[in-house]
Structures are given as C-alpha cells and as structure tokens.
C-alpha cells in the first residue's frame, strides 16, 4: 500500500512538470488591454509618445493627456520613443503602466524658419527657440542658450524688429482674449510689446493673480465676455456672458460628458474622506461608514485614465461666438449679445468619440486672420489638417504635413501654418530644433 501510494504521488508529480511548461506558456500568452501613461520625470504627461513591440510594429501613441491603450501579451517587451526622449523599453506586467521617460540632455539646437527651403530667422547656432506666438504683430519667441535666454520680435518676412534679454525662468508665452502677449514664468507674468526698436516688458503681476484674471475667459465680442469654470475635475463646463458696460452676468450653456456620474461619485468619496479626518463627529453622514483606501499615487493615475477633462473650445468668428461640444457634436452659435443662434452638427467627428484608436488629437487650431478653424489628426507621426466648414459641420480641405513626424506647437496664421520640429540633422555636432512655416495650398 505504501509502495503504491508512492507511486501515486511520483505520477501526480510527473504530471505536474509535464503541465507546467504549457501553464506558464499559457500565463506569459495572455492578451491584455493595457492602460498607458507617459510622463517626464517632472510628472508632465507627454502626448505623442510612440509605442513599438519587438518587431518594431507600431501599436499605440499617447493623446494629449499622455494616455493611450495598447494590446500585448504579458510579459511583452514594448519600446516607447520620443524624439525628445531617451527610448525605453519596458516588460508588460499589468493592465495599468505608468511609465516615465527621461528627457534628452544633448540637444543645443538653432532657431530657423523654413519656407519651401530653409531660411534662418536668427542667425546663431548657440540658441534655439522654446516658445512663440505668430499673429498680425509678426512672430514673437522665446530663444535660449540654456544659459541666457532672449525674448525676440521677427517679421513675417524673418527680420529681427526688436529682442530683449530674459531671465530663463520665463519659458512660454500667451495670448489672452484681448490680443495682448504675454511672457510667463512660475511665480509672475509680463505683457509683451514692441515698438518695432525695442521690446518691453509692461504690468508685471503674480502668476497666482494672472492665471484667475486671465483663464476663467473662454472669449469675447464687442458687447460680452464669455467666461468658464469646470466642475467635477472637468467634466462639466459652465459658460456664462458678461455685459462689458454693466457687468451683468448671464448664464450661456453647459457641456458635461459621459464620466459626469463617475466624477460626481469620486468627488463624493473625496468629501467622505475628508469628513473621516475631521475631529467633528456630526460632519458624518453615517457613522460607520469607512471609505475604501486608495494611495495618492493610485488615485491619480485612475483619475488621469478615466476622468479626462473635456476639450471645450471657443473662438469668436465674425463677432460671433462659436463652442464647440464634442460630447453632443454640435457647434453652438452665439451672436456679439451672446443669444443663440444655431446648432451646427460636427459631422467630421461623427464615430470618433467611442474609438479607442481615434486619430483626432483633440484639438482645434484657429485662424484668427481668417476666421477658419482646423481639426488636427494624427496617424504614425504624420499630421494632418482638415479645415472645418462652420456652416455645415463638414471637412472642405484636407493638409497633410508630412515633411516631419510628431511636429510640435502648431498654429495657423493667414492661410499658414506654423511648427516647431527637433530635427535629426547636426549643427556642430548638436541637434537643431527649427522653427517651420508652410502655405496651406
């Protein structure tokens, strides 16, 4: 009996080396869908991050938000590549990846603007250009060393009008509602102006004062200001018009998206939280209620995955005010008084807003010369643009920009469009960053 048992116990053995192989095969052959998100080491998610497998196949880029969803196997080998970045190469062990990229430190480009052949637009090897802003005033940039940093005024026709050295802590520029540019760095702000000699910086203000002056407005007309405020970690937008004379403020409209409930409910569990903290008993609603524990870290990275904030833009067209709801996709006109005036479907995003694999960058680029708006797509690098027809909601062109992959910080003025590309060719053995422009014909 105890000769068979040990038989027994030897076969039951065998049996379970046999299977083991095909177990943990069948372990390291499961399909996941992957949630994905890229960052600097700052925490600065990174849109435009391109995701490889091993046989260099593409198989994702991240959005806006730094996110994307990908489809590999367990215990896969996908590299991430920005060509601003370090590539990294990273083993697929969860459903969830946070996975953060370090910034390249080799890089001390030149700034050139390029027009059908490549013009310089400031002649020094030893700068290149952080920021800029192209409107009816010409070009107006930030340019540095890494060492010393410059603000800079060119013409359309690339002549230097006026520069100023900066600190260079100052590294982006914006335009507010009013037409006005304006330098900003992490504890206070300037407005920019030049008079063609020279460039000055005006009412310096705290970047704490300036963000709640400037942000809460979406736009303006001659008669209102068009002011917003997000609820729910910004699933809901409320937009409101304000009489420039009297200052009497009126609701306009409201957009909220699919995840409102689930923000509603996160935000109710925050409050449950910090309820629990307070040494007041009566704050408590129930006094056995305990919510569940979730880290900071954790937290974060399901907010960032499933309550991405609503891209809401406004623009005024024409003294009119157009908000574009992707939720609904619908364009909501509005006259210079701030009454309704129609409701313009967005065919060309018909279908996008259930795609995970959506080329759409969220994003819409305005032609203030114009008074045009671009959508902007992204597929394998390559942008394109499609100019929307406010009137009916349909695509009337298409642009493709295909000189360059992953071009950065693109805007349009008068008919052409504008980028910054990290190029791969070398100026003096360091990378050079370009300023490119190109008429959209």
């Known amino acids: 009996m105890k000769k068979l048992s040990f038989i027994y116990v030897l076969l039951v053995i065998s049996i379970l080396f046999a299977l083991s192989p095909i177990t943990i095969f069948a372990q390291n052959d499961k399909v996941l869908n992957v949630n994905v998100i890229v960052s600097d080491t700052t925490g600065k998610t990174l849109k435009d991050v391109a995701i490889y497998n091993s046989k260099q196949k593409l198989i994702g880029i991240t959005d806006n938000f730094g996110t994307t969803t990908i489809t590999a196997h367990l215990g896969d080998a996908v590299m991430f590549s920005h060509i601003s970045y370090e590539q990294k190469t990273v083993k697929i ?114 970047r704490e004062k300036f963000d709640k002056t400037f942000a809460p407005i979406a736009a303006l007309t001659d008669s209102i200001l068009v002011t917003k405020q997000a609820f729910y970690y910004g699933q809901e937008w409320a937009f409101f018009k304000v009489n420039r004379n009297t200052l009497k403020t009126e609701f306009l409209c409201d957009i909220y998206g699919e995840s409102l409930e689930m923000a509603k409910n996160w935000d109710r569990d925050n409050n449950r939280m910090l309820r629990l903290q307070s040494i007041d008993p009566s704050l408590f609603y129930n006094q056995v209620e305990t919510p569940e524990y979730r880290s900071e870290v954790v937290d974060n990275i399901y907010k960032k995955l499933m309550l991405k904030e609503l891209y809401v833009p406004v623009f005024n067209v024409n003294n009119h005010i157009y908000i574009f709801d992707f939720q609904k996709d619908a364009i909501y006109k509005y006259n210079n008084l701030g009454d309704y005036v129609d409701r313009v479907e967005i065919a060309f995003y018909r279908g996008f807003r259930n795609s995970i694999n959506k080329n759409w960058d969220n994003k819409i680029i305005f032609d203030a010369a114009q008074n045009e708006c671009y959508a902007q797509f992204t597929k394998d690098g390559i942008v394109t643009l499609k100019k929307i027809n406010l009137k009916n909601g349909n695509i009337d062109a298409s642009y493709t920009l295909d000189s360059h992959v992953f071009p950065e910080n693109i805007q349009i003025y008068n008919g052409t469009v504008y980028y910054k590309f990290i190029d791969v060719r070398q100026v003096n053995g360091r990378d050079c960053r370009s300023l490119y422009k190109m008429q959209l014909k």
């Open 93 to 206: 062990s969860d459903e969830n990846m946070i996975v953060v990229l370090q910034a390249k430190t080799n890089m001390l480009p030149e700034a050139e603007i390029v027009e059908n052949a490549p013009h310089l637009a400031y002649k020094n090897k030893e700068v290149w250009i952080v920021d800029y802003i192209v409107g009816n005033e010409g070009i107006t940039a930030i340019t540095t060393t890494g060492k010393n940093s410059h603000l800079l005024h060119l013409s359309f026709e690339q002549d230097t009008l006026s520069i100023r050295q900066i600190d260079t802590k100052y590294e982006s520029l914006f335009r507010d509602v009013f037409g006005n540019i304006h330098l900003v760095g992490p504890d206070s702000t300037y407005q920019v102006y030049s008079d063609g000699e020279k460039m000055h910086l005006l009412y310096g203000v705290m």
